[in-house]
Each structure stands twice: as C-alpha cells, then as structure tokens.
C-alpha cells in the first residue's frame, strides 16, 4: 500500500498559506510517489483547488460534512458541496468534534455514508483519552468507536489519534502504537473480511513531527500518518512525507 500523509489544517490558514503550500506541494517529487492529502478549512478548499495543476497528485479534503445532502442547518457543510469544490477525503469523528460539538459514534456513522453517497473518502477517527488509557482500556474504546462509527461495508481510511497526543508533543511508544494498529487491522478483518480489511489504510495521528516520522512510518500495519501542527509548515510537511520512503 503506498503510504498515505494528511495534513489537518484544522482551525488555521490563510489564502497565503495556499498560495505557499500549493506551490511548494506540487513540485515536489514526493507527490508523486506518495498519496499526500491536505485538508484546510472549508473557505480554503476551492482557493486551494484552483492553484492545483490538471491531474495533479496532491489531492484535498475538508474535515467534517453533515450527514444529510442539503437543507436547514446552518453553519453545516455536505459532502456534495466539498466533492464540487475538489477535495476528494473528508475526515470524520476527530476527536475536536467529538470534543466541541459532542459528536457521538452514530453521527459520525452517519457522515461516513454521506461521505461515500458523495464520493468521498472518509478518514474516520478513533483513539482513546488520558484516562482511558491509563486504567487500561485504550483498545475497548477504539473497538467500541470503530464498531459504531464504521458502517457495513466500510470502505475509506481509519485514524488512530491517541487524544492525549493530539497536540501535546507526546507520543505512544512504537510498541503501543503497533500494538493497536495490529488490534484495528485484526478487528476490520473480523468485521469486513481479509480483502477489504486489507485495503483500509490505517493512519496514525498525534504529535508527528519530522523527528519521529520515520520511526511511526515504519512500524508493522501503520500506513501513513494524520498530521496537524506540522502540517501547516510546507518543508515540514514534505519531510513527514519523505520519511515514509
Ligand atoms: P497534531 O494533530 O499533529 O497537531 O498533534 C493531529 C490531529 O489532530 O490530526
């Protein structure tokens, strides 16, 4: 499976930012012998798009949609609206939804098949907090979230986020990290069967930086990686990526 890098912009960017990156994402090699995802806020997707040569590898998504096709709910995105502005993945149920806006697992299920009615990607997100993992049971949430979050016949992309490594500069040990791949791969399998389990890249997220990328990338059944902080500086974003080779 060629390795998977997203960048999560989250709440951050400008039309300055695009500007930069777009440039600096698709001259760069990497882009052709990785899949590299941006995803900015909602306002940026089409400025973004815009700056992106035909057919270029580099390719966008947004970071949330609503699970329904239009209607009346203000400040709401739709996965259609995203798709015709040219992102190509959503991510869904990060743990800053589930946090700010008290996403449950059914709702992102929902999203998920919205994502897939509109021809998205969806990266779901999944991963424990503090105090989960520290009484020792990170792998029953992630099995919980991923049962309920994941609709039958799922296909699209997973995310391990530990929460407590969004951000903070810290990270699992390799070992964790592989561990809990290894339990999501296993639990896919179960659910979906070895073909289609296996086609499901499995990313990890929190605190990847380019001094720990080659290390997470090369641990058994991590497929790629969900960058935030690092993402939004270009030369850090290619050395991630880099470190995938
Ligand atoms: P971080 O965020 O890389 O800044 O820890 C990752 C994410 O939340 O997707």
Redesign the pocket.
């Not at 490594?165 to 903070?168: D, F, K, L, P």
């Not at 997220?205 to 990847?208: A, F």
């Given at each position: 499976m060629r390795p998977l890098i997203v960048g999560?912009w989250?709440m951050n960017g400008t039309l300055g930012l695009v500007a930069e990156h777009a440039a600096a994402l698709t001259t760069s090699p990497l882009a052709r012998a990785l899949d590299l995802v941006v995803c900015p806020p909602f306002p940026l997707i089409a400025p973004f798009a815009a700056r992106l040569p035909v057919a270029s590898p580099l390719r966008l998504g947004g970071q949330d949609c609503h699970p329904a096709e239009a209607g009346a709910h203000t400040g709401d995105v739709a996965a259609g609206m995203l798709r015709e502005v040219g992102a190509a993945f959503v991510i869904l149920g990060?743990?800053?939804r589930r946090r700010d806006h008290g996403e449950s697992d059914a709702l992102v299920r929902a999203k998920t098949l919205a994502a897939r009615r509109a021809g998205l990607v969806p990266i779901v997100?999944v991963g424990e907090d503090e105090a989960e993992r520290e009484r020792g049971g990170a792998a029953r949430v992630v099995a919980d979230q991923l049962s309920a979050s994941l609709p039958d016949g799922f296909e699209g992309v997973i995310?391990y986020?530990p929460v407590w490594?969004?951000?903070?500069g810290r990270t699992p040990t390799a070992g964790d990290i592989a561990a809990m791949h290894r339990l999501i791969r296993e639990s896919l399998i179960g659910r979906f069967g070895t073909t289609r389990a296996a086609a499901i890249p499995l990313l990890y997220?929190?605190?990847?930086k380019p001094a720990n990328a080659g290390t997470i990338l090369h641990i058994p059944e991590v497929n790629g990686v969900?960058?935030?902080?690092?993402?939004l500086v270009s030369a850090d974003f290619l050395a991630i990526a880099a470190a995938a080779l």
């Open positions: 999560n989250k990060h743990s800053e997100c995310a986020e490594a969004i951000g903070s997220g929190g605190s990847v969900l960058v935030g902080g690092a993402s």
